[in-house]
């Protein structure tokens, strides 16, 4: 891109628009509200979220690739030597091929509404299936196994 007359210190990560103001290339459009990114890195990978973790980018990575969806993280080095430099580099990304962008922001934005409402659920009461015994477990648990604090069997939390 070659720098507009006018701005001689336009940089090359940013686009004219055509009432000219500039855009940066990272910037995320809204479809649907859900944010698709538009920050290319190159041969055509984007970013589709960023973490301050490098654990919370990994199972992003791993639900990802069980969605067929090929990925890779970008700063998982930097930030794993210093931990502080995450917010200054902008976090663990995320990177996927823009052909998948707006499939794999969509699949990260549903399994995170599908997390938060599962630990805002109510706590939930039920008889043990072994003893009989009463149970009142955290919401969160609904569908897992766990064990009964009396008879010490594993049980089944109802969903």
Known sequence: MKPDPVNPFESPQTESRPDGEAELAG???ETDGLPIPRGVHG???VTVASFGYINEASVAVSLLQQEGIN???DNEGIV???AF???A???VKVLVHEKDAERAACFLHEHRRSLQ???SQEDIEFDCE?????LKMPGNRRGRVETCPKCREFIDVPE
């Open 27 to 29: 910037a995320a459009s």
């Open 43 to 45: 041969d055509g990978i």
């Open 71 to 73: 990925c890779c993280l």
């Open 80 to 82: 794993s030597v210093n």
């Open 85 to 87: 430099l995450s917010n």
């Open 89 to 91: 580099v902008g976090g």
């Open 117 to 119: 409402a599962k630990q």
């Open 130 to 134: 072994e003893c009989g015994a009463p």
